[in-house]
């Protein structure tokens, strides 16, 4: 079988999929269908989803051609489907079951995020066995409409994919900054739907920006400033890659880092404050239960 052997640079030291760990409280993952399915010895499709779409292979094998690659996925691997990817699936040799489900993926208001990184393909079992097994059992209970199994199934899925992004960021950092580029993102490329999928590497210096200036209030004229576009431009495009505005992104990371600190029981209130460049402890504290429901006096 042909291996996808294509890579994708990065700028900046930050991994980019920290950005869903990040903004992981702005995430929302609606699952529009699940089900397992068995298909006899020579079966074979041809189709394409509108949606997102992940198969869990329970038995046998599967052949899955994208574009010029076939992948030979097995027992206990998975495949990601981005939208819209065309694909060819078949089993010449033995019959086979496995598990798909659809869903959405949105951070803010961008229900396509996920097209910004390297995802579609094939994740090896060893990467989500206990993830996986987890999520087969939830979606088993699911079939047989078990009480709670809807709110069990999303709750495995979401581990799931969690342990599928992992897996990527753990081959990004193996790879010193070369994130894998696996053959099914060059339909991506080519496609007029996917034009905005650089916008999350152009963004790659402002986060590290934000990461490394947690410590001083932060404007968006600075940010603009780093990647050279004007305040008003930047501020849209962050909004259009990222679902969210560039406050809103800067308010969660410093509220992850308070957080942080707080379970620390290190530091005292005005000295968190000013870890994270607020003018003064009541300024932050405000900010803190905004965001919270409750005083940092009273989070632990």
Known sequence: MQK????????????????????????????????????????????????????????????????????????????????????????????????????DFCIGNNSKILNDFNLAGLIPAKAVKKEALLFKKSCMEFEQNSPMSSLSLKGSFTMLLSAIFKYYSNLYNDNKGIANKSSTHNYYNNNRECKNMAKLAILQPVFQYVENNLDKQIKNDELAAVINMSEKYFISYFKSALGITPGNYITQLKMNKAREYLYQEKYTIKEIANLLGYSDQYTFSKAFKKYFNVPPSKFI
């Open 4 to 103: 996808a052997d294509n890579y994708i640079n990065y700028t900046g030291e930050k991994n980019p999929l920290d950005i869903l760990n990040d903004l992981s409280e702005h995430i929302t993952i609606k699952i529009n269908s699940c089900r397992s399915i068995f298909q006899n010895k020579g079966w074979i499709e041809n189709k394409y989803h509108n949606d997102y779409d992940i198969w869990y292979i329970l038995s046998g094998e599967v052949y899955i051609r994208i574009g010029s690659t076939i992948y030979t996925v097995r027992q206990g691997d998975v495949f990601f489907f981005y939208p819209k990817m065309p694909y060819t699936a078949y089993n010449d040799k033995e019959d086979c079951k496995f598990i798909y489900i659809h869903f």
